[in-house]
């Protein structure tokens, strides 16, 4: 009985022995796996192929727009805004920031469709973005004339960072302004600057836009 006991352990010692090399593998195998699970947990993503198109008031931050906190604007006070670009995309990039008045009943831009607003724009800001490069851009804006016509407001000049722009754009006592901004990017094979950017995940447009009134009271 005992010499079957001794023979059973001994190819139990066997087994093992044969077993060991494989075992191991699969235990680098497994920590491995974990090693990158938590590696992909910290490793810097890429969630989007984009430029980043936004504006800052004028402490820098998504607030702070206006004087007062109905937006309100008074003639020849100036406001100072940032605009914000940052370039997520594999390669520099050439663009334009295209900047145009509106009052409230025009149709916007729509980046769904890659539509920019037929509004012409009163002035544009040309960049050269690096990869992954992020740029502020100081916006002074103020509406030095305006005038009441029937029923509605009259901008008729704005003053652009210390430059002065004749626009002509109404709205109604009951309707307001907006300043829209628009993002085109210059394609590498024409040359020409289309309303959007093309990326590995496809054809992308991008814009923004304040709104704003004017009391027509003072004028």
Known sequence: MASQI??????ANMTLRKHKPALAIVGLVVLLI??????????????????????????????AYFDN?????????????YIY????????????????????????PDDRKQQF??????????FSLSINETTLF????SVSEAEVQTNSVVIDRLIVNDQPI????????????????ELWCRDPVSGEYQFGWESKEGFFSASLYM???IDSSSL
Do not use: C
């Open 69 to 81: 906190a109905n937006s309100i604007v008074d003639i020849g006070i100036s406001n100072s805004w």
């Open 6 to 11: 001794i023979v059973f352990q001994f190819g």
């Open 117 to 126: 607003s037929n509004v012409p724009f009163f002035t544009e800001f040309s």
């Open 138 to 141: 100081p916006f002074s804006w």
């Open 34 to 63: 974990i090693f990158v699970a938590l590696l992909s947990n910290y490793w810097p993503k890429q969630e989007k192929w984009l430029i980043e198109l936004g504006l800052l008031g004028n402490d820098m931050t998504a607030d």
């Open 85 to 108: 670009l940052h370039n997520h995309l594999d390669s520099a990039q050439d663009v334009k920031v295209r900047v145009k008045l509106q009052n409230s009943t025009m149709e916007l």
């Open 166 to 181: 004749d626009v002509n754009v109404s709205a109604s006592f009951n309707t307001s302004f907006r300043i829209v901004f």
């Open 211 to 213: 709104g704003f009134r």
